[in-house]
């Protein structure tokens, strides 16, 4: 079996890790209500629900989450059909399996609960809180007539849910990142002058292959491999026309899925010595470890991303180079580029997602790039976790090139 | 490679088929402005995108079909990395590329056409037209103010051009069903009493690798199979301890994916020859077949779903027989279950869906079912086109058991 899956009993175990978590986003987002309605999540899937409830479903259900009385209340009301399946997990204080309607179960337990504050997954800014339909929040707002003017969109929980890794996610994400660099080892073994770009890709795919994990992104651009000085890095495929040539650089953006969950890390190759590296390139690289550097130093929670974005951007900027055009990081977890929240500047196409604040748990990347004149962009790119005072590189970052010679 | 999947050229030539039917829907329903508002469709999908533009797009997104000037205009706004991308489809009138935000773009479009109505992907019954998160419905709703009294659901749009199947989509189809049933002949020849259910399904899933297609709807219940005759078919998987016996039934629900279209049909075994079947048995099988048949020739467009449920149903009790507790008929497409209509009964559990009108170019099941008292149930799928005047089978029907003796 492919170990780029989670197993049904692995995915269960991060959903009840997940659980154990709620009661405390709940109450410090002073939410004592949050539903998650939906239906047919093979044809519109909310995505938190592979981290709250772990399968798919097929009539109109909710799986509520209430403070009720100071405790966590857990309920699961769903078509007969799907009622078994939530049963066995041992997860809901309560599974209502209905016949002919949700309708009336579900105002029960509204009346009963008479939550002050009903979140739900919508939200303009973060596209993972946003999974219910506007047809199923019509259908919503009808059978809740009475408590719509509670109605909050339930960002900060799905956020919260998502972000803030368990001990499980956590361990799978290292090993994703651990089998990166192994796989970013062996092709430093394999690469020499002269190969082409889709060669070089080539023996990725081998190698994805031999540890039989999956890709974190779109097989065509992972990896992508950018023999310099030529190439925008991130733009353009790799090519069967480019080729490694001594005295440059080789990129690359490569990520893994191991057990379901992504790896995503920049590494660049110098085809040569370390004492034949062209100042310019000296220079860039040593700019752009020292502005990973600069930032990780920054970060902790509560901090709001664009000011961790500002410190790589203004640093680079202060060595001479022009800033650059995207944001520094963003959150990894089931997809390389997952929901909720943004190390970027506040330009108006990101919205209001850099203004979101750092937590403990999350883990970002860190990708600040810069142009050279004569030898083309140079990246790099790390994962960090973040800590209750600080945060920490998910694996060795890198200090340098990788020398070919 | 499996022949599972579409090329990406086999779906833009459905994608190009789909467009070409988009004026005759559009009119024929009276609304001459559609607008599809997406974004990162990976994490949430609108499944209409599909069918008309064949892709994944990353920045908020606007595909708008409008009847301007008794034209059709095509329009797709979407970030700039995603631009080339629909240029090289030659398939819209107009492709921008938007570097800091939707939002004059979209307004400018707006301004240009002035629609009287613009139907939006939401809707209260039709999951499949339901691919319009509320968070994007608020954003739009700003983006838009002084339209949002036009708002429509397009449901009956998605409905059509969902449904209503192209040459192309109807030659995958035929396909799926011809390799349905070529499997189920090699596992006629293949079944002796004394089987167990896994060990047959075990068998399917050796010639579907073996043709190299996919599966229809999840593996562990693709095939059903339901040795007679103590099984409530549908509902629990192929069993280890349940095994084919002399003058008793086999059942099957079997489907297969064909280059991402499906196939949905029930077969039946009998052990035995012809001459063996008992009575009880004889008489469902011909009920079943008849019911088929009479439901079958009552189909044609404007037809409601529930009229061609109700032939079935009824005849099915007037032979004595309780009615069976589901509906008729589903479409079939990119799904075994398809969006977009019932032929069901009018119960609560099934909303408007049963009341919607049947279109040409339309593929349903049909698949009644009965209980006999002492054999199990009964029960046999069939796949029909709707065309101009009534229906065809997709593939010759059956017109009893299969027999194994």
Known sequence: MSLSELSVSEKLK??????SQIYEIMSSNQIDCWIIFTRETETTPDSIMEFVVGNDIVLQSAFIFAIYQNELKKYAIVGSFDANTEKEKGLWDEV?????????????????????????????????????????????????????????????????????????????????????????????????????????QSKFYELVEKY???????????????????????HVSPQPNSYTKSGYTLHNDFGVKYKGYCSDLQRMWFF???????QELRDGIDTIVQAIQLSAEKIK??????????????????????????????????????????MGP?????????????????????????????????????????TKTGCKFIVEPAHDFLYID
Chains 1, 2 share one sequence.
Not at 302 to 321: C, T
Not at 352 to 379: C, D, H, R
């Open 96 to 200: 209502i399996g209905y016949g002919h309607g949700i309708k009336e179960h579900l105002q029960d337990k509204l009346k009963m609960l008479n939550p002050e504050k009903i979140a739900l997954d919508y939200s303009l800014n973060d596209v993972s809180a946003d999974g219910l339909t506007h047809g199923m929040y019509l259908i919503l707002e009808d059978l809740l007539k009475e408590y719509s003017d509670r109605f909050f969109s339930a960002e900060p929980i799905i956020r919260a849910v998502r972000g803030r890794k368990t001990q499980t996610e956590l361990k799978l994400i290292t090993e994703a990142c651990r089998i990166t660099e192994e796989i970013n080892s062996q092709i430093t073994a394999y690469l020499r002058v002269g190969m082409s770009e889709l060669e070089i």
């Open 272 to 278: 040569g010595s370390k004492e034949e590296v062209p």
């Open 301 to 342: 929670p509560g901090v709001e991303g664009w000011e961790i974005d500002k410190i790589a951007r203004d640093f680079i900027v202060s060595k001479g180079y022009k800033e650059y055009m995207h944001g520094l990081g963003h959150p990894v977890g089931i997809k390389a580029h997952d929901g909720g929240g943004l």
């Open 346 to 386: 506040l330009w108006e196409r990101y919205g209001e997602l850099p203004k979101t604040q750092l937590e403990e748990g999350q883990v970002f990347t860190l990708e600040p790039s810069l142009w050279t004149k004569n030898y083309g962009m140079i990246a790099l790119e790390e994962m960090v976790m973040i």
């Open 212 to 234: 039989n994990v999956g890709y974190a992104w779109k097989k065509h651009q992972n990896p992508m491999c950018d023999a310099g000085p030529d190439k925008e890095f991130g």
């Open 14 to 19: 991060i959903v009840g890790e997940k659980h």
